[in-house]
T-cell receptor
């Protein structure tokens, strides 16, 4: 399978705990994105990387959230001191920028439930 | 404020008929638009896109129309099939990120 993969697919945690999600992009893609989706909404942008550089962060990304992409390959998204409002589907997408238009391809997502 | 709007939360269409999903946007600077399909418990799957230099793009049963003056785009699915039943998201490319609408749930019945 050469698509975007995410692990774990589901995570249940207690409020106050830290969680970490992993995303493996399509191998030749140089951009990697994180989005969050809550019930009844479309995905909302959180942050993105071009290779290993984190180029933009949404104001949705509080200081409890941190993302990394060491060596420009896989990425991790960590949420510290989780809150019930963090419960959502966390989606990763990757793209190969050619010219000025790009198409993002999404992984299956990690569904987080904070109790 | 919602920059990309899908005002119909659901649509029900008979198999074989045309499905038309609509999307409106507010920012005239948007120049690239995409449609994604999403099944439950899966990530969005890319369907089709259109650049603002075009007013139509076709791929098999899927056609996207763009009306820049009205800031409106639509996705036509002809003929509709039961496997098309899913949530469809319209998205606009804003610099390096996508801005999504809230989705339209399409149900295709026999």
């Amino acid at each position: 399978d050469t698509g975007v993969s995410q692990n774990p697919r589901h995570k249940i945690t207690k409020r106050g705990q830290n969680v970490t999600f992993r995303c493996d992009p399509i191998s030749e893609h140089n951009r990697l994105y994180w989005y969050r989706q809550t019930l009844g909404q479309g995905p909302e942008f959180l942050t993105y990387f071009q290779n290993e550089a984190q180029l933009e962060k949404s104001r949705l990304l509080s200081d409890r959230f941190s993302a990394e992409r060491p060596k420009g390959s896989f990425s991790t998204l960590e949420i510290q001191r989780t809150e019930q409002g963090d419960s959502a589907m966390y989606l990763c997408a990757s793209s190969l920028v050619v010219g000025y238009q790009e198409t993002q391809y999404f992984g299956p997502g990690t569904r987080l439930l904070v109790l | 404020d919602q920059q990309v709007k899908q005002n119909s939360p659901s649509l029900s269409v008979q198999e074989g008929r045309i499905s038309i999903l609509n999307c409106d946007y507010t920012n005239s600077m948007f120049d690239y638009f995409l449609w994604y399909k999403k099944y439950p418990a899966e990530g969005p799957t890319f369907l089709i896109s259109i650049s603002s230099i075009k007013d139509k793009n076709e791929d098999g049963r899927f056609t996207v129309f763009l009306n820049k003056s009205a800031k409106h785009l639509s996705l036509h699915i002809v003929p509709s099939q039961p496997g098309d039943s899913a949530v469809y998201f319209c998205a606009a490319s804003d610099a390096d990120k996508l801005i999504f609408g809230t989705g339209t749930r399409l149900q295709v019945f026999p």
